[in-house]
Structure formats: structure tokens, C-alpha cells
């Protein structure tokens, strides 16, 4: 099962399948579609798995096994891989809020979102290799872009699994934050950057004209929430 709520401003799907360790198939795919679609507008979108386990442990082998054919492997990487892409091409912040373990197609799932929140006692690792297999879901190519081309490859070449610890030094994880506290500190984060600046910086650091950028800036200093959030700033000051 594929949850969506709404916090405010902000759209959280959580991959509910206890059972699996919130592994992915065939028809949690489609419910994730679906929920991205609902999810369109948000202010900020987050993804997290149930319980303390599982962030995601990667595509449900236990389903995927039945697929034989090069044909119907690659279908299901397409699938997938287009629904990683929807979540790196979503308009407003996203977050990763890694409750679990994040463990191959787990991983990939993570790094299509702009930041990854760690609990403190998880692991992530691209392990893909002990199938004799590779990473299917743009995973590879997007970790690249946040390690570097040699650390992603040693990670995803050997399979190695790593802690939060490590994962944060090596920029694989942008925050770990302490397990006791977890879902409280994660949602306070997605919910700053749900409020308005924070989705006009996400598409001036994707890359826009300057007058587009100037544009952003003036719409938000001519906004009356500006102005509010100014007085009480100069309130203080006094």
C-alpha cells in the first residue's frame, strides 16, 4: 500500500508494506504514480516508508522473479526508472526521510529525491551486485552526481553497505538525525521547506534565465508575506 496525506503545505507518501519491508512491486508502482499524481502542487513532497525498518528494501524479489524475459525487465526498469524521474523533476523540495534501511532499488528510490534525512541507525547501500545485477532506476547515474564518479563507483560496483555515519561524510545523506527524535525533526525540516522561498530557490538552482531568477526574487519582495515576516525581523531588532 502507497499512503498519501497532506501536512499544511506539504504531500508525504509513505510506502506502507510491513510485510515485505516496504519492498517494491509491480502494483506498488502504480500506486506510486498515482500518488505523485495527487501529490502535484504540493509545496514540498516527502517519501518515508512505515515503521522502523525499512525505508525501502529494494524491488519485491519474491514478485519480480516471475518476470523471465529481456522484455519484461526492461519494461520494469522503465517503469520505475520514470517514476524516480517524476520525483527528481517534482517542481518543489522533496525529501527522502530514511526511517530504515535504504537497500538497492531502496537506494535508488532515495536519491531521486533533492535531500535525504537519515535516522540515526540505518544503512544504504546500492547492493545490487550480490543479484548480479545493476542498479535499474537511474540510481547509478544519480549517484554519480552526488559522490562523484570513482566513490559511486566503488559503492556500486562492490555493493558495499554503509552506515548513516558514512553516508553523510561521503554526501550520500545530507542530515542524520537521532532516532529517538526522528519523525518529529524530519517533518519540521519538509515543513520549512514547504513555505514559498523555498520552491522558487529549488527552480533558479535548477538552472533559469537571469530575468527569470530577478523575477522570483521580485515576486517574493513584493509579497505581503515578506513584508510581514520583515517587521517582526526588525520588531526583534529593536
Request: net charge negative; proline share 3%.
Amino acid at each position: 500500500m502507497v499512503d498519501l496525506e497532506f501536512d499544511d503545505g506539504l504531500a508525504v507518501i509513505t510506502i506502507d508494506r510491513p510485510h515485505a519491508r516496504n519492498a517494491i512491486s509491480l502494483e506498488t508502482m502504480e500506486q506510486l504514480d498515482k500518488a505523485l499524481d495527487g501529490a502535484q502542487g504540493a509545496a514540498a513532497l516527502a517519501l518515508t516508508g512505515a515503521g522502523d525498518r525499512a525505508f525501502v528494501s529494494g524491488g519485491d524479489l519474491k514478485e519480480l522473479s516471475a518476470l523471465r524475459t529481456v522484455e519484461q525487465a526492461s519494461a520494469m526498469s522503465f517503469r520505475m526508472r520514470s517514476i524516480c524521474d517524476r520525483i527528481a523533476g517534482f517542481p518543489t523540495p522533496v525529501v527522502a526521510a530514511l526511517n530504515g534501511h535504504a537497500l538497492g532499488g531502496g537506494a535508488e528510490f532515495a536519491v531521486a529525491a533533492d535531500i535525504r534525512l537519515a535516522a540515526d541507525d540505518i544503512k544504504i547501500g546500492f547492493n545490487q551486485v550480490a543479484l548480479e545485477i545493476m542498479p535499474a532506476w537511474g540510481g547509478a547515474e544519480r549517484l554519480v552526481d552526488l559522490v562523484g564518479y570513482s566513490k559511486a563507483l566503488l559503492l556500486a560496483g562492490t555493493g558495499r553497505i554503509v552506515d548513516a555515519a558514512e553516508a553523510e561524510r561521503i554526501g550520500l545523506i545530507d542530515q542524520v538525525l537521532p532516532r529517538a527524535s526522528f519523525g518529529e525533526q524530519w517533518r519540521t525540516i519538509a515543513r520549512a521547506l514547504a513555505g514559498r522561498p523555498a520552491g522558487q530557490v529549488k527552480r533558479v538552482m535548477r538552472g533559469v534565465p537571469t530575468t527569470e531568477a530577478v523575477a522570483a526574487f521580485a515576486g517574493l519582495w513584493v509579497s505581503d508575506e515578506h513584508w510581514a515576516a520583515a517587521e517582526k525581523v526588525t520588531n526583534r531588532a529593536k
